[in-house]
Every structure is written in C-alpha cells, then in structure tokens.
C-alpha cells in the first residue's frame, strides 16, 4: 500500500475577467506521505491559500476559475470526484485550520452544538450526549480543562488563544489523514502561537496526521515541518528537507526571504555566565548590517 496522501501533478489556476485571463497558480507539483509535515512558504499573494481550497475542492465550482492539472488523495483524483464524493471527505478524512479561528466558526452555534456536527460526519447518528463526552476528551487533548463552560459558549465568548485550541481539536476530531493549516496562530501573540503550535505537532505526531502547513513564519517552519516547498508569484521556485532548504538555500527568493527575518544572536539570555557581554553582541543582523553595534 502506498504512503502517498496527496499528490499534487501540473496544477495551474487562472481567472477569467471580462477583458483578460488571469494566471494564479502555474505548474505547481507537491506531494505528501503518510504522517509527514509538509510546508508551504511564500509572502502573502503567492497562491499558498488558493492550493488548499482547490484540494478541499472550494475553487472548482467558482465562477471563471480554469483548474488544471491533477490533485490525487489516497489515490483518489479529487478532479473526477463528484461533489458529494467531495464533501463527504471535508471534515473527515480532510480537515483544516483556517487563519482566524474566531470567524471560522458559525457564530450563532455553541461550541458543543459544532462539535456534534463535525462528529457526526466521522460517526453518523452519534447522539448528542456522546458526541459532547468525546468532545470534552478532545479538549482535554489541546490542554482546556473547561469542559463544561467552553462548550456551553460562543466562539465570540472565547479569547483568540481558546478558539485556536478548539479549532485544532475540532480539525482532528475524527482523526483525519490530512490536515491543512492555512497560517494557524497568524491572528494569536507570539506565547499564545507558541503553545498552540506545540499542541497541534503533538497531536499530529500521536495520530500519524500527514499535514500542509501554509505559512510565511520560516522560524516556525524550521521547527515543525519535515520538508518545505518555497512559492512565489504561483510557482514553486524550491523544495527540499527543511535541513537542506535552510543549510544550503538556492534560489533567491528563498535567500530573501531567510535574509528578512531577524536572527537572534547565539547566546541565550539565559544560559549567559555574564551578563554584560551580551551588550556587546549585535542583537540582530539583516542583510550585510548588524543592528546593535
């Protein structure tokens, strides 16, 4: 049996306005294997986003948008697939985590009544009463400990951080083979964004969930995922093992954007013997300057 979840052959998007055709995404090629963590890097524009709609099968149907090329999961071509085929794969055997948690969830439904919905699709008829003991485990699982209170809530109730960890047990509920996480944590601080990244790895490794995680953070990147592939203006410009993208970086957008990120010098605040020569060293380097000095 193969380990292939998805795999993604010659794919390209383009609008049809009034007047002209407009290219999106051109050529794009990217697999995935079973429990791998997989990352999409590229600036805001690129065509991360538009990828994961087309895999859970939102563009097709749009109007003026010409998809081409084949997206495969489990073997399965999601372009022949039929809309019911489709939809019954969301939510199950295809999950995923959007930017903002707080505005991906129906804001007029508590958060039991969704956790029921997204449950019933792994297990049809499952009753109410089940659906919210197997939810409060769920929780558990992302660290909230208020079983009771969150699920009696809004998601306009819940602090930014709290829906990002129900977001993350709602995407993971029925176990799926495939999560994307389109930018997870973009709208939380820094700490916040931290630990819940750290809960959806853990979870992810303990499932065996293969995952494409969308993100312009190469910092996190580097710590989460197995492989990277690098995009820009919908193409992809390299891929590799995250060692390799970061060691031995080729193309230069991938050196731009590793240029643009601020390096934190190698002593730790913590592990310094003496305090005081930390002032001594640049704090941050950007290009060919040092800041600090």
């Given at each position: ?34 429990g791998e963590r997989v990352a999409l890097v590229g600036a805001s524009g ?127 509920a029925n176990k799926p083979a495939l999560l994307i996480a389109d930018e ?110």
């Open positions: 049996m193969s380990d292939s979840i998805l795999d993604i052959q010659n794919l390209s998007l383009s609008f049809q306005g009034l007047t002209e055709t407009v290219d999106v995404l051109d050529n794009i090629n990217l697999s995935i294997n079973r690129s065509g991360k986003s538009v990828i994961a709609r087309i895999i859970l099968g939102l563009l097709q149907s749009q109007k003026g948008a010409i998809v081409k090329g084949s997206v495969r999961f489990r073997g399965i071509e999601l372009e022949a697939a039929t809309g019911n085929q489709i939809e019954s794969l969301r939510g199950r055997e295809i999950s995923m985590i959007f930017q903002d948690p707080t505005s991906s969830m129906n804001p007029v439904y508590k958060i039991g009544t969704i956790f029921h919905e997204i449950l019933n699709r792994g297990t049809h008829n499952i009753s109410k009463k089940l659906a919210l003991i197997k939810a409060s485990k769920l929780l558990e699982e992302v660290s909230i400990t208020e079983f009771k209170r969150v699920l009696e809530s809004y998601p306009f109730q819940l602090s930014g951080g709290m829906n990002q960890r129900v977001m993350i047990a709602l995407a993971l997870p944590g973009t709208a939380l601080d820094v700490t916040v964004q931290a630990q819940t990244l750290k809960l959806m790895h853990n979870l992810v490794k303990k499932n065996n969930t293969a995952v494409l995680f969308i993100s312009h953070n190469l910092g996190v990147v580097r710590q989460f995922a197995d492989r990277v592939y690098v995009i820009y203006k919908g193409r992809i410009v390299e891929s590799g093992s995250t060692s390799s993208i970061f060691e031995n970086t080729k193309h230069p957008y991938t050196k731009a954007l590793m240029n643009a990120v601020p390096k934190i010098t190698s002593k730790s605040f913590f592990d310094a013997s003496d305090d005081s020569s930390l002032f001594k060293q640049p704090a941050f380097h950007h290009k060919d300057r040092e800041i600090g000095q």
